[in-house]
């Protein structure tokens, strides 16, 4: 019994130091982190009118999504990018939900490469359309019996998606050409880990609001802060 605990003590230790070398590893890369900010007064949201399908999509209120902006001032669902930065683009499977008429995420982010899946919670008829150049556009029906279409992003590129049977239903797929990308959470929050040491540019993308750009500099272990305001368009 004694020398059986012995050996699991062992192991633990063998497990311990493997981790401890992960992280060692994981730590030559810096952290980018900060909010993304609405420069301006903080719009109310436009309700939106459900006209079809009430049974399903009227059974919560629906706002519109483009800009959501907290009593802080923080920006939901802007995606922030460290632009040339090289790091294994890991694809892979990413949901996209079609629940209560709304989709969710709002902002979708994956690696380029990616499969989304696109689930069709509400057992009603939806319809997904994609407007893309660089990858395929879509542009099907997605009947209730239709649980999950997957379709697979090849290229970098951001795409709006609707759905042609219910005209509020705006969303985005953002695929990226590297791995250091975040959503704003809903307080405008985002962190990017383990960004190879160097100097970069950093993107924010949202919506309605566009583009803006900042000069980080990542060192090893080191937390670099960038922080964005966007302003009304
Ligand atoms: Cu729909």
Sequence with gaps: MKSYAVVLAACASVALSVSIGANSA?????????????????????????????????????????????????????????????????????????????????????????????????????????????????NRAQPKFKKVINETFAKPEVIKVTCDAHNWMHGWFFSADNPYYAVTDANGAYKLTDVPPGDYEVKVWHETLGESTQKVKVGAGADSAVNFELAAK
């Excluded at 001032?73 to 939900?97: E, M, Q, R, T, Y």
């Design 26 to 138: 994981s730590a030559a890369g810096g952290t980018v982190s900060g909010t993304v900010k609405y420069d301006g007064t903080a719009p109310t949201p436009k309700k939106v009118e459900v006209t079809k399908d009430k049974e399903v999509c009227a059974l919560h209120p629906h706002v519109e999504e483009d800009l959501l902006v907290d009593s802080g001032g923080g920006i939901a669902n802007a995606v922030v990018i460290v632009k040339g930065a090289k790091g294994d683009l890991k694809p892979g499977d990413v949901k996209f939900d079609q629940k209560g008429c709304d989709y969710v995420p709002h902002v979708l982010a994956f690696p380029a490469g990616s499969t989304v899946d696109i689930v069709n919670s509400d057992g009603i008829l939806h319809n997904i359309h994609t407007y893309s150049e660089k990858n395929p556009s879509i």
